[in-house]
């Protein structure tokens, strides 16, 4: 079983596809669906069709935008359904706040428009909180709740050869998280994930970051301030166009790991 890396890019970038990963073993799974999908697909030879389950992380487009141009193409032209893997907090926003911009459909006459429901595109595959959940055959998922705007998850993908974390957008940062704690907006299990070693004890982290200190997202010098067994372990992804070098390992577009190889 494989992960490669489809696309290391921000939101915002031009140069890269935005952040996201296929696993490939004898099911394929994809994890959040970057703008201009079909196009990176074709690029990897990977026929859409084979594409029967999604790990969707939030709501946001950089992370969706493949996704509606999945869920329609799925439908209207394979004529067969998605599986959404996600946190069921993530689902409803799906639901209630990204569906509904393209729910509406012609009627076959063309006469009339009438609306469609979520469930007509994707079977809803919730994941639990606080278990490891079956992904695939021969992979378990567990993940978080992150400190971001929308609910978003943060992934630790689980094989018997050894664990990568996935990030997701996240803002790291610990003295934040501490007093988000002492207010009472995290509980004690939810800082623990965030602000504990949930994710570091992964074999390889994919961890987003950007430049600079104000930002709603990890700010690289709070990784560099992590323990050095931490930081070798560390990949950073979701790269603004400019940020091309860190005393950090930088995710490559393209790039494969071996789940067999992961401890090695
Ligand atoms: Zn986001």
Redesign the pocket.
């Known amino acids: 079983m494989e992960i490669q890396v489809l696309g290391v890019g921000n939101a915002f970038t031009s140069r890269y596809y935005n952040t996201s990963f296929l696993i490939r073993s004898e099911q394929l799974l994809l994890i959040d669906c970057p703008q201009a999908l079909f196009r990176l697909l074709r690029e990897i030879g990977v026929d859409p069709r084979l594409i029967d389950r999604v790990l969707v992380t ?1 709501i ?1 487009g950089d ?1 969706t935008s493949g996704l509606e141009t999945l869920l329609l193409w799925k439908k209207y032209v394979a004529r067969s359904k998605l599986t959404i893997c996600t946190g069921r907090r993530v689902w409803e926003e799906i639901k209630t706040r990204f569906f509904p911009s393209f729910s509406a459909t012609f009627t076959p006459d063309l006469e009339d428009i009438q609306e469609t429901a979520l469930e007509d595109y994707a079977d809803f595959c919730e994941l639990e909180e606080d278990r490891e959940n079956q992904l695939i055959d021969g992979l378990k998922v567990a993940f978080r709740y992150n400190w ?1 705007p929308t609910p ?1 998850l943060g992934l630790k993908l689980i094989s018997p050869h050894g664990t990568v974390g996935i990030s997701g ?1 996240t803002c790291y940062r610990p003295a934040l998280l501490k007093r988000l704690l002492e207010r009472g907006t995290l509980n004690a299990g939810r800082y623990q994930k965030l602000a504990g070693d949930w994710l570091w004890k992964s074999d390889v982290i994919y961890h987003e970051v950007e430049r600079g200190e104000a930002g709603a997202h990890t700010a690289e010098a709070e990784l560099l301030a992590l323990p050095a067994d931490i930081r070798a372990r560390i990949r950073l992804i979701h790269l603004a166009d400019d940020f091309e070098e860190s005393p950090l390992a930088l995710a490559r577009q393209g790039e494969i790991l071996r789940f067999e190889d992961l401890r090695k």
């Open positions: 939030h946001h992370h971001h978003t957008d």
